[in-house]
């Protein structure tokens, strides 16, 4: 049987100004503002962003067996808000080194794996909920993320471009995330006005995992607001593949 990917299984330099390097909180609180206020449901009219697409690059270091496995694919997201709640439809579509599949219609979560002939099934991690137990949170939680993780500069805090880096430490205990590493587009302090129009702010992220996994993500040709449909984000189990539930089968992020 095929090893499955990192977010699978998961379900993944310049130094600092002085000012940086000294704890500059009101501007991590700008940067952490603008990174959340495009997902939240009170940002202005035409200044949050409903949808993204989006290829990327992979890079999963499986630290139990102590290998490298680079990915590539596209991904889309729908941001669904419920109230003051943010409810995420997604595809995750893998092309290289395999064909895989992760989408969510924002109740349940399949993992289609073709080559073994399986889909693995099991409800969406509650957004609600404080604990980190979505292995997508850089991508799907970002309207809570300063709820949800304690966030301060990376070392460094700027990368050779001079974007943000920030490193965010989940609030509490979570089986799947220890710390996340962000960066972020230096644009983002003007995001946090209702005048600027919406950019998707990550350019980066590495997820830090158990058994000392971490899997790194770089986002490429990002396309928002291109008005996705319900349908893009279901899922039909083809005929003759087996389907694995938690119960059926220990499988978890």
Do not use: C
Not at 114 to 124: D, F, G, K, T
Request: glycine residues 6%; negative net charge; hydrophobic residues 40%.
């Amino acid at each position: 049987m095929k090893y499955i990917s990192i977010l699978a299984v998961l379900l993944v330099t310049l130094l600092a100004t002085s000012a940086l390097a000294n704890g500059n909180d009101e501007l991590l609180d700008t940067v952490v503002k603008g990174l959340e206020y495009q997902f939240r449901p009170n940002a202005a009219p035409g200044a949050s962003i409903e949808d993204l697409q989006a290829d990327f690059l992979q890079q999963a270091y499986l630290g139990s067996l102590d290998r490298v496995e680079e990915g590539q694919g596209r991904l889309a997201v729908r941001f669904d808000h419920r109230g003051q709640q943010l409810q995420p439809r997604f595809r995750w579509e893998y092309l290289l080194p395999s064909v895989q599949q992760i989408i969510s219609d924002g109740r349940t979560v399949w993992v289609y794996l073709p080559e073994n002939q399986q889909v693995i099934e099991s409800p969406l991690p509650d957004e609600s909920s404080e604990v980190v137990e979505d292995p997508l949170a850089f991508l799907t939680g970002l309207g809570q993320m300063s709820k949800r993780f304690t966030v301060a500069w990376a070392s460094p805090a700027l990368d050779s471009e001079g974007n943000y880096r920030l490193l965010l430490t989940p609030r509490k205990p979570s089986a799947i995330i220890q710390r996340l590493e962000l960066v972020i587009d230096r644009a983002v302090v003007a995001y946090a006005s209702s005048t600027q129009r919406p950019v998707y702010p990550v350019r980066i992220a590495t997820v830090f995992g158990p058994n000392e996994s971490r899997t790194t993500i770089t986002f490429r040709n990002v396309r928002i607001n291109q008005g996705l449909k319900d349908s893009f984000f279901d899922f039909k189990v083809p005929a003759g593949i087996e389907v694995l539930r938690p119960d059926q089968q220990q499988f978890g992020f």
